[in-house]
């Protein structure tokens, strides 16, 4: 599938668009590409702030709806207000959680709402708006946001690297069964990020923009945006970054786990 996605003046729904990276895609594709834009996240005064700014600064349609994709209930809402009164054209799963510490001192219902929001929510919505696409004969597109902990066993980040291993090898997965039926899936697999969830899991001290493979929320917004557009299958920004998934294709996975636990040690 090499023809690019026209997002311009069509609606592309972002999840996890409050803040960081999903706020800042929301703006590039309003910005660049005059698309209109449904974004979804739990804090309802931060969305409606987003939407004012892009309607009055680009002269985009823009919505808003408040869900917690940790709640199963949301998830099936937030597909259904979607498709009810707008054709939607493409999607951008972002949302995500993550935990910095101690996989032992992981608490039971923190962890399966990290799983509820970074897999099970990504799962069911990109199974219902890709079913969606085929039966309407939308040649649209999915991205769904992993990272490059998703290619090595992150100790610390233990329970997160797992979920988004999962949605690396999910997401290719898919992108191979939906390649005949004219919809593209994108697995995006930053490296660090300087937002607001870096600094909710105390390791904003440690790693900053600037640094060595982490981006500003604006910097990897544009790499995201062009390999969606693109329709690109899997997507590494940075040198760095994609050094680091090459040697965790080349080197033992057990070494890597090793290096990588001495740089996110908690008493480091």
Known sequence: MNRMMELRARWT????????????????IARDQGG??????????????????????????AACIVADLS????VERVFTEATREREVHGVILNAGVTYWGEAL???????????????????????????????????GGLMLISSVAGFIPVPYQAAYSGTKAFITSYGQALAQEMRHKGVSVTVFAPGGISTELLEKAGLSDRFKAGDLGVMSAQECAAHALRAFIHRKELSVPGLLNQTLTLAARLLPRGFMAQRTAAMYRPER
Do not use: I
Not at 36 to 61: F, H, I, K, T
Not at 71 to 74: A, L, S
């Open 71 to 74: 709640r199963p209930e949301d």
């Open 105 to 139: 001192k992981l608490d039971w219902s923190a962890f399966q709402a990290m799983l509820d929001t970074n897999v099970t929510s990504m799962v069911r919505l990109s199974t219902l708006f890709a079913r969606h696409f085929v039966e309407h004969g939308t040649r």
């Open 36 to 61: 209109n834009v449904l974004v979804v996240a739990r804090r309802r005064d931060r969305l409606e702030s987003l939407c004012e700014e892009l309607r009055s600064r680009y002269g985009v349609q």
């Open 13 to 28: 729904l972002v999840t996890g668009a409050s803040s960081g990276l999903g706020q800042e895609m929301a703006r590039s």
